[in-house]
């Protein structure tokens, strides 16, 4: 009676050994993971940036998988959240501390950038627009985008003490936060 007690114990050990091997063999990585850039400005200001970073996987990314001149959630999954300890200016523009979402607009030279004060949100709807809202829109600034000088293959923010800047695929875009 013993040996047999013994016995499905170890096979039921077996069977949920092999069952946990082929499930956790099956989990990919995501297609765009998680990441968070910190820094402090020069102004002492902690500044961190949380989203999800997709890959250009041999895709043309800008003005095609990201179009010129419409809303983009500035980022992969959910919408990008800005996080600042201190009130900033967001390139001249006064931004109390908190934590917002970022949006942004492409454009083949310059770029709008988008604070909403709506956090937590999807990124996109079912019918493929952004979950923005613009009435809580905090403030909208225009920069100039850049050729970065190496290929990013995955989306990265960077934070310095200027600012930050979004980075994918050979194109850097500079915000300057003070």
């Known amino acids: 009676m013993k040996h047999l007690k013994l016995f499905k114990g170890l096979v039921m050990t077996f069977a949920l050994l092999l069952t ?32 999800s970073s ?3 996987k041999g895709r ?3 003005g095609a998988l990201v179009p010129f001149d419409k809303v983009w959630r500035a980022g992969a999954n959910n919408a ?8 900033v200016k967001v390139e ?49 600034v225009s920069v100039k985008s850049k050729k970065s000088e190496t290929m990013n293959e995955r989306l990265v923010y960077t ?11 050979h194109l850097d875009v500079p915000v300057s936060i003070k």
């Open 20 to 51: 946990a091997s082929f499930v956790f063999s099956q989990a990919k990585p995501p297609a765009s993971p998680a990441a968070t850039a910190t820094g402090t400005l020069k102004n002492g200001a902690h500044i961190s940036i949380s989203y």
């Open 54 to 56: 997709p890959a250009v």
């Open 60 to 62: 043309e990314i800008w």
């Open 80 to 87: 990008t959240i800005i996080e600042t300890d201190k009130v």
């Open 92 to 140: 001249g523009k006064t931004l109390a501390a908190g934590k917002y979402s970022i949006y942004a607009i492409p454009g083949q030279q310059e770029w709008v950038i988008i604070i909403n004060s709506v956090t937590g949100q999807g990124g996109m709807n079912h019918d493929g627009s952004t979950t923005l809202d613009p009435a809580k829109d905090v403030m909208r």
């Open 159 to 169: 934070v310095n003490e200027n600012g930050f800047v979004l980075s994918w695929d």
